[in-house]
């Protein structure tokens, strides 16, 4: 009797018909399971202010329109210190995140040191983290997407090497304490002149400029008048202290007299190096490697296979290839596109 009625009931036309509503419903229920998912990513930079943290911004924003064009969607939340230097309010954005529902944290650490604990609180609640620029002592990020700095600064020596014809007196303005990839690029530069230029002296080493082109400029003034016309050649690690050092140069007259060799990007430098007051800067992509952090934070997060170390790239720009296309690329980032 009971299977006559189900032969019955599958038999009519409404039945049929509420049958097919039914798939339908499940159908679309799961399709849209499948295809919307949407990831929460903090991007924290050391700082808010130089062009460089502009364009990993814009790479983490053309990172997240590429992903939403494959169905997954992604909300960027870009927050970091106004200062550089301000290690404690770093720490605090970083904490601060980590009972906002976000899913992962792409970081660019001021303090190798000081942003270990808050990594390790970020990773037991199960919010991983990718850092990004500079590197943290701790095992704990999933990926170290950067430049190789320290052949950023081997790079940096050599041409220094070759501007100076392998002879000459050198310094090298530092930029700050516990800041892992300026000290990369500074010690590759001074062992590079030690392995190969043993005539090129480096008159001083030891002295930072701090976070801003003030303290750069302060600094660097400061070295020119200790050592007056000894310097024939200086170079320093970042955009902050480049610049700095730059208007140091002109305040005093010698800017076209010092070989001068920076790091990082900047409209000022390229005016700059067409002037001939700049010799070159090595330039990273940090539009790239903002870009490359969030995709692989996200390929993370659905689960799959990523790089636990991955190079950006680094390069030296001079007013001989300043022209060329690879080199406007880099010096040109799209940051209007994407910082709308």
């Known amino acids: ?5 189900g032969r019955s009931f599958h038999s009519t036309p409404i039945s049929r018909f509420l049958l097919l509503v039914l798939c339908c419903a499940l159908w679309l229920g799961c399709s849209k399971g499948s295809s919307e998912k949407k990831y929460r990513i903090a991007v924290i930079p050391q700082g808010s202010t130089h062009e460089y943290w502009k364009s990993i911004h814009a790479g983490a924003m053309k990172a997240a329109e590429d992903l939403g064009k494959q169905g997954v969607q992604v909300e960027i939340i870009w927050k970091g210190p106004m200062r550089e230097d301000d290690r404690e309010q770093q720490v605090q954005v970083v904490e601060g995140f980590l009972a906002q529902g976000i899913n992962g944290i792409v970081l660019a650490p001021f303090d190798k ?11 037991r609640a199960q919010i991983p983290t990718v850092v990004i620029d500079s590197a943290l002592a701790s095992q704990d990020p999933v990926s170290f997407v950067a430049s190789n700095n320290y052949h950023g600064g081997e790079l940096a020596a050599e041409e220094m090497g070759r501007l100076l014809n392998g002879t000459g007196k050198v310094m090298v303005l530092r930029y700050q304490e516990g800041v892992s990839s300026t000290e990369a690029r500074e010690k590759g530069f001074l062992d590079k002149i030690k392995a190969e230029f043993p005539k090129i002296t480096v008159l001083s080493s030891n002295q930072h400029a701090g976070a801003t082109r003030d303290t750069a400029k302060s600094a660097a003034e400061n070295l020119l008048d200790r050592f007056g016309n000894e310097i024939q050649g200086i170079f320093t690690p970042n955009e902050s202290s480049t610049a700095g050092t730059l208007l140091a140069l002109e305040d005093t007259g010698r800017a076209e007299k010092i070989r001068f060799i920076g790091f990082d990007n900047s409209d000022i430098f390229v005016q700059a190096m067409k002037a001939k007051k700049l010799d070159g800067v090595v330039i990273q992509n940090p539009f790239r490697m903002g870009e490359v952090g969030v995709k692989t934070l996200v390929d993370y997060l659905q689960g799959k296979p990523i790089e636990k170390s991955v190079d950006t790239g680094v390069v030296v720009v001079t007013p001989a290839n300043l022209d060329s296309p690879e080199s406007q690329k880099l010096l040109h980032p799209p940051l209007e596109q994407y910082l709308k």
């Open 1 to 5: 009797m009971s299977l006559e009625f």
């Open 113 to 123: 040191d000081a942003l270990v604990r808050p990594v390790e609180e970020a990773k």
